[in-house]
């Protein structure tokens, strides 16, 4: 259920706030618009170095903070935020996105102990959790990659979407400013827009239906155990002459 203390309704809420507000203006839009694209190559460069399940995944941004994908998250929703235009929004965001991500990682890095154990503690003492104040981590073998399913099955969808926000926050202003006129007399830059909305979403919902059935193996604590093993006992093999 979407509502405004959980992660899903975060945003939900803050998009129907901001456009309710009534205060976009043009030069909003575009003061927001570096942040959601921000927020969106994060999401990509996360999850293009992710495997769910598998392993505590130190590469990437991973190397930075333990949960950038929530940090991307805070990038775009500081994003539609400041296109909003609306200074209460922009002033409760971050008391209501901390409110929000902080218990959400609490219960994610739970859930990843108890799977991964001192593999994953070890990753707490040297990545910070959400703010970079420290040198990332020396870099693992693993790398970002363009065929990592997450790319297909999740963030493809999820950058459509996104990609309709300016739209529609653009959209919603001319509603708001011709009124009852944006419906009988739109001018082609407003049914161009709407025309894209459809096509992003569309495509975004068709993408989504696709993917059903689609998951990572899940690695069990004694499987990831064993995995760690067969590492740290094959690498003394592999730098031998």
């Known amino acids: 259920m979407r509502v405004p203390w959980n992660r899903s309704g975060l945003r ?71 296109m909003s235009g609306w200074w209460v929004l922009q002033l409760a965001l971050p008391f209501w996105f901390l409110g929000v991500y902080l218990p959400a990682m609490r219960r994610e890095e739970r859930a990843m102990t108890g ?35 997450n790319l297909l099955h999740s963030e493809l969808p999820r950058a459509l979407r996104y990609l309709c926000y300016p739209l529609v926050f653009f959209l919603v202003h001319r509603l708001w400013l011709k009124g009852v006129q944006f419906f009988t007399t739109p001018s082609p830059l407003e049914i161009a827009g709407v025309i894209s909305c459809v096509a992003l979403y569309g495509a975004s919902l068709a993408i989504r239906s696709r993917r059903k059935g689609f998951a990572w193996p899940v690695a069990s604590a004694q499987e990831a155990s064993g995995a760690r093993a067969t590492r740290l006992t094959a690498a003394p093999a592999r730098s031998r002459p």
Not at 127 to 149: D, E, H, I, K, T
Request: glycine share 8%; aromatic share 16%.
């Open 12 to 82: 939900s809420y803050l998009i129907l706030i901001a456009l309710l507000a009534n205060e976009i203006t043009p030069v909003s839009i575009l003061q927001g618009i570096p942040f959601v694209a921000l927020g969106m190559a994060m999401h990509v460069w996360a999850k293009g170095c992710l495997r769910q399940n598998q392993e505590v995944t130190r590469s990437g941004p991973y190397r930075f903070v333990r949960h950038p994908f929530y940090v991307a998250n805070g990038f775009l929703d500081a994003g539609l935020a400041i």
């Open 115 to 149: 799977r991964f154990g001192p593999a994953y503690q070890a990753y707490q003492r040297d990545v910070p959790q959400f703010f970079p104040y420290r040198l990332p981590a020396p870099a693992p073998p693993g790398r970002f990659s363009w065929l990592n399913p």
